[in-house]
């Protein structure tokens, strides 16, 4: 029987975010194999829910290798998923080469998330602040690729097996990296499915005329202030939808504002909550960011019949949404596109339909069954 040990920067609340979400997901789905899971979380979080499968404590001194050790061998650990940071990967490689732990470290975004901060960052500036920061970034640009990439290839290094969240990503990965084609230390597996359900056609009817937004409310990458310019098309045609924001975050104040200053009447927010509800009632799911991983909201949309709109911002859109079947893929900042596909649907009952029962069957590929077996065949490896 293994014994796995996850690695969180917060507690593995789902509600929390993606990480932790499909943290939980997978440790319960392992737990039913007959795996023991276990989770270290590094940062102290608000705790309300436990869980048998999925046994959890906080270790604040977070580069203690004897409590590590101590920890590892007190639960006979075969395995240890790092799903922090890749930064962290170099310490839990001293702690498996005392206690014979095999280490998986699995990346969440992309290279260039960092720069990616940064150019929003010159965006939102303005006068002086703008003009240094904009003076600054070609050279933060190159510093940052290049300690970007020896960061990552350290961590590929010394990890027994990296595992990236989507296909597209393996060949510019090992090119970043400068491996070439030796790149047998790296896969992929797919986020899973969020909910146990299985949504039937019938049910399709019974939607309403809203349009979701499931994500947190941060400015720099989620970019809500596009959306409320696409809203405000919607609205000025005189449709009588209700586009719906589930989340909470940083720039909610900056959001409602927004939403004043437009004039915009039929945009609620929700706050924190659980997200199932209402995607078994929406009909449309937007998503503006700038840059993802591999969304979990994007997959949740599918399962649930909400026919998505997404910005191509990431290399995994493709692995996911096939453009005009299962959901629309639209280029970075092109309002007027997203508007024009969005209207369609709010106007097209029949296609509307059509998209949303090619949504459910393209979400069963992330069922947690065959995310889970892709698991177990790496566990099986490791342990030859």
């Given at each position: 029987?293994?014994?796995?040990?996850?690695?969180?920067?917060?507690?593995?609340?789902?509600?929390?975010?993606?990480?932790?979400?499909?943290?939980?997901?997978?440790?319960?789905?392992?737990?039913?194999?007959?795996?023991?899971?276990?989770?270290?979380?590094?940062?102290?979080?608000?705790?309300?829910?436990?869980?048998?499968?999925?046994?959890?404590?906080?270790?604040?001194?977070?580069?203690?290798?004897?409590?590590?050790?101590?920890?590892?061998?007190?639960?006979?650990?075969?395995?240890?998923?790092?799903?922090?940071?890749?930064?962290?990967?170099?310490?839990?490689?001293?702690?498996?080469?005392?206690?014979?732990?095999?280490?998986?470290?699995?990346?969440?975004?992309?290279?260039?998330?960092?720069?990616?901060?940064?150019?929003?960052?010159?965006?939102?500036?303005?006068?002086?602040?703008?003009?240094?920061?904009?003076?600054?970034?070609?050279?933060?640009?190159?510093?940052?690729?290049?300690?970007?990439?020896?960061?990552?290839?350290?961590?590929?290094?010394?990890?027994?097996?990296?595992?990236?969240?989507?296909?597209?990503?393996?060949?510019?990965?090992?090119?970043?990296?400068?491996?070439?084609?030796?790149?047998?230390?790296?896969?992929?597996?797919?986020?899973?499915?969020?909910?146990?359900?299985?949504?039937?056609?019938?049910?399709?009817?019974?939607?309403?005329?809203?349009?979701?937004?499931?994500?947190?409310?941060?400015?720099?990458?989620?970019?809500?202030?596009?959306?409320?310019?696409?809203?405000?098309?919607?609205?000025?045609?005189?449709?009588?939808?209700?586009?719906?924001?589930?989340?909470?975050?940083?720039?909610?104040?900056?959001?409602?504002?927004?939403?004043?200053?437009?004039?915009?009447?039929?945009?609620?927010?929700?706050?924190?909550?659980?997200?199932?509800?209402?995607?078994?009632?929406?009909?449309?799911?937007?998503?503006?960011?700038?840059?993802?991983?591999?969304?979990?909201?994007?997959?949740?949309?599918?399962?649930?019949?909400?026919?998505?709109?997404?910005?191509?911002?990431?290399?995994?859109?493709?692995?996911?949404?096939?453009?005009?079947?299962?959901?629309?893929?639209?280029?970075?900042?092109?309002?007027?596109?997203?508007?024009?596909?969005?209207?369609?649907?709010?106007?097209?009952?029949?296609?509307?339909?059509?998209?949303?029962?090619?949504?459910?069957?393209?979400?069963?590929?992330?069922?947690?069954?065959?995310?889970?077996?892709?698991?177990?065949?790496?566990?099986n490896t490791l342990s030859k």
């Open positions: 029987m293994k014994s796995l040990l996850f690695i969180t920067n917060f507690y593995p609340d789902p509600q929390h975010g993606g990480i932790e979400r499909v943290t939980n997901i997978l440790a319960e789905s392992f737990a039913e194999q007959g795996i023991i899971c276990r989770c270290i979380y590094l940062y102290s979080c608000e705790v309300n829910l436990k869980w048998d499968y999925l046994p959890c404590q906080l270790i604040s001194a977070q580069y203690d290798k004897q409590v590590y050790i101590e920890y590892i061998q007190r639960y006979n650990i075969d395995i240890i998923i790092n799903q922090s940071n890749l930064y962290y990967s170099p310490f839990l490689r001293e702690v498996c080469n005392v206690t014979g732990a095999k280490l998986i470290t699995c990346l969440h975004n992309s290279t260039e998330c960092k720069a990616q901060h940064y150019r929003e960052a010159v965006k939102g500036a303005l006068g002086m602040k703008k003009i240094l920061i904009s003076i600054g970034y070609p050279l933060f640009a190159f510093q940052s690729s290049r300690k970007l990439r020896k960061q990552h290839r350290k961590s590929y290094d010394v990890s027994d097996l990296t595992v990236l969240l989507s296909q597209s990503l393996i060949k510019s990965y090992a090119e970043v990296l400068g491996l070439g084609n030796n790149h047998h230390k790296m896969t992929f597996i797919n986020n899973p499915l969020s909910f146990q359900y299985k949504m039937e056609e019938s049910e399709l009817q019974q939607k309403q005329k809203l349009a979701l937004v499931v994500a947190r409310l941060y400015e720099p990458q989620k970019k809500l202030s596009l959306l409320f310019k696409i809203w405000k098309q919607v609205e000025n045609e005189g449709n009588d939808w209700q586009l719906v924001i589930v989340g909470d975050g940083p720039d909610r104040a900056l959001y409602e504002e927004q939403v004043k200053l437009y004039g915009l009447k039929k945009v609620s927010f929700e706050g924190r909550q659980t997200s199932f509800e209402y995607y078994r009632k929406s009909s449309i799911f937007c998503m503006s960011s700038t840059w993802e991983g591999f969304p979990m909201t994007l997959l949740e949309s599918l399962q649930m019949g909400v026919v998505p709109i997404a910005m191509n911002t990431f290399p995994a859109i493709q692995d996911i949404l096939n453009d005009g079947e299962n959901g629309y893929v639209v280029e970075w900042g092109d309002i007027f596109s997203f508007a024009r596909h969005l209207m369609e649907l709010l106007g097209n009952e029949d296609m509307l339909r059509s998209m949303q029962q090619k949504a459910l069957v393209s979400s069963e590929r992330f069922a947690i069954g065959n995310i889970t077996q892709k698991w177990i065949n790496i566990f």
